[in-house]
C-alpha cells in the first residue's frame, strides 16, 4: 500500500518580477526535485504586474503543471497577495515565499524536518542583519519593534519575515480571519500555534527593485499599529483627563489670588498660547481617533480583499 505524500503549496506574491521569477523558479525546483518525499504545487500571485512578469508566469505553467497562478485586476498590495495565496492553496503545508530569493529555497527542506522531526506546527524566519537596509529604514525597524513590544499585547518577533512553512491548520485560522486590513505579521502572532523561529542572513534581492519605499513602510508600520494596539486611544483619554485637571487646579489658583488679593486677571498672550497648545493636542488626538474610524470605516464597507482577472484554470 502507497501512503500519500504531503502537498506543500509554495505561494509567491509577486509584482513587477519579470526580472526574477525564472531565477527564483529555477532555484526552488532543484530543491523541490531534492525533496522526494514530498510533492509541490507553486502559486504565483501576479499582483497587476505592468511588466512581464504574468507573461512569464504563464509560459512556466505551460511545461510545469505544478505552477498555478492567480492575476489580481490592479495592483492590490502584498497582504492581499498573501491571502488570495493562502486562500487558494490545496496543500497540507503552505509556504509564503517572496520571488526575489531573499527566502532561500533551501531553507524549505530544513523547514519542513523540523516540522517533521520536533512536532511544530510552524517554523518561520527572521532576520537581524538586515544588510539591504539604509540606516534609516534600520533605526525605524529598530524603534518600531520597540514601540510595538509596549503598546501592543499581540507580541512581534523583531526581523520577522513573511517566509513560514505552516500546516493546514495554522492556514486555515488565518484564512478565517477575514479582516481587510490586513497586517500579516500581527495576524500570524495572533493566531497562535507551536512556532520554530530561525534567524538568518537574509541575502540581498537578486534582481530588480524593492517595492517598498519609506512611505509605503511607513504606512505599514502605521498599519501594523492601528490593527494591533489600542494603546494610543487610552493614551489621548489619559492626556485629555490630565488637562481637565491641570485646568481645573489652575482655575481655583485663580480665584483665590483674585479672592484673597484682589490680583487683576492678565497673562493674555500666555493665555492665547496655551489655547493653540491643547487646541493642537485636541486635534492631534481627534486624527488618531480618525484614523482608528478610517479602519472601520473600511471594514464596515466589507470590500473584496483581491479581484481576480485570471487564473491558471481558464487558460
Ligand atoms: N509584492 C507584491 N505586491 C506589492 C509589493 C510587493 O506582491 O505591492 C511582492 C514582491 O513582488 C516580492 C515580495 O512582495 O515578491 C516582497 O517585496 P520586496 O522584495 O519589494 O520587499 P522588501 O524585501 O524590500 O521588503
Ligand atoms: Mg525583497
Redesign the pocket.
Known amino acids: 500500500m502507497t501512503t500519500k505524500k504531503d502537498l506543500i503549496s509554495l505561494i509567491?506574491?509577486?509584482?513587477?518580477?519579470e526580472k526574477t521569477i525564472s531565477i527564483f523558479y529555477e532555484a526552488t525546483n532543484k530543491i523541490t526535485t531534492k525533496m522526494k518525499n514530498v510533492d509541490f504545487e507553486f502559486l504565483f500571485?501576479d499582483?497587476g504586474s505592468c511588466d512581464d512578469t504574468l507573461k512569464i508566469i504563464k509560459d512556466l505553467a505551460k511545461k510545469d503543471k505544478r505552477v498555478r497562478y492567480i492575476s489580481f485586476s490592479r495592483?492590490f498590495?502584498?497582504e492581499s497577495?498573501m491571502y488570495a495565496g493562502l486562500e487558494n492553496s490545496k496543500g497540507d503545508y503552505v509556504a509564503i515565499m517572496?520571488?526575489?530569493m531573499?527566502d532561500p529555497p533551501e531553507m524549505i527542506e530544513k523547514m519542513y524536518n523540523l516540522i517533521q522531526s520536533d512536532g511544530y506546527d510552524c517554523v518561520a524566519l527572521c532576520t537581524s542583519s538586515h544588510k539591504d537596509y539604509s540606516l534609516l529604514r534600520k533605526i525605524f525597524t529598530n524603534c518600531w519593534y520597540k514601540l510595538i513590544g509596549i503598546i501592543s499585547s499581540t507580541k512581534q518577533v523583531p526581523g520577522a519575515r513573511d517566509f513560514r512553512l505552516m500546516k493546514r491548520k495554522v492556514v486555515n485560522s488565518i484564512i478565517n480571519m477575514k479582516e481587510y486590513n490586513r497586517y500579516s505579521k500581527g495576524i500570524f502572532s495572533f493566531v497562535g500555534f507551536d512556532t520554530k523561529w530561525i534567524d538568518y542572513d537574509a541575502p540581498n534581492?537578486v534582481a530588480g527593485e524593492?517595492?517598498?519605499n519609506f512611505i509605503k513602510l511607513f504606512k505599514y508600520a502605521l498599519e501594523g499599529i492601528l490593527a494591533f494596539s489600542t494603546m494610543p486611544l487610552v493614551i489621548s483619554a489619559f492626556v485629555g483627563l490630565l488637562f481637565c485637571l491641570i485646568a481645573f487646579i489652575a482655575i481655583i489658583v485663580i480665584i483665590i489670588k483674585t479672592i484673597v488679593f484682589g490680583d487683576p486677571v492678565g497673562g493674555w498672550p500666555s493665555l492665547a498660547c496655551i489655547i493653540t497648545l491643547i487646541g493642537g493636542i485636541q486635534m492631534f488626538f481627534f486624527g488618531i481617533m480618525g484614523m482608528y474610524m478610517s479602519k472601520l470605516y473600511l471594514e464596515i464597507k466589507k470590500r473584496p480583499i483581491y479581484i481576480v482577472k485570471e487564473t491558471e484554470e481558464e487558460n
Open positions: 509567491v506574491p509577486s509584482y513587477n518580477e500571485i499582483d495592483n498590495g502584498k497577495a517572496d520571488a526575489d531573499q534581492r524593492s517595492k517598498f
